[in-house]
């Protein structure tokens, strides 16, 4: 089973920018589809972005053109560059990857977009 280690949250203005890791255990990755989610309370999780193997992305309406998924498999990691973020775009986000049978998912990290 795949570990997933994300990091890079915190607490930013409305129109600026982070990055989010997920850093991934095990000689795999490669072959997984990467994927970041988010979550606020009392709702259920949304995918946000995702990439494949073969680095075919896609993305959610609300973040197209803000946010970029990236991936470098030679560090085991996927990126989450988010731009121009909106208080909407606050939650914990987690990394997630698909293995072909199940989705193996991180702890979270908070990102707090202030008004």
């Known amino acids: 089973q795949v570990q997933l280690v994300e990091s890079g949250g915190g607490l930013v203005q409305t129109g600026g920018s982070l990055r989010l890791s997920c850093a991934a255990s095990?000689?795999?990755?490669?072959?997984?589809?990467m994927g970041w989610y988010r979550q606020v309370p009392g709702k259920q999780r949304e995918r946000v972005a995702s990439?494949?193997?073969?680095?075919?992305?896609n993305y959610a309406d609300s973040v197209k053109g803000r946010f970029t998924i990236s991936r470098d498999n030679a560090e085991n990691t996927v990126y989450l560059q988010m731009n121009s973020l909106k208080p909407e775009d606050t939650a914990v986000y987690y990394c997630?990857?698909?293995?072909?049978?199940?989705?193996?998912w991180g702890q979270g990290t908070q990102v707090t977009v202030s008004s």
């Open positions: 095990g000689s795999r990755f490669s072959i997984y589809t």
């Open positions: 997630s990857a698909y293995d072909g049978l199940s989705n193996n």
């Open positions: 990439i494949t193997s073969a680095d075919n992305t």
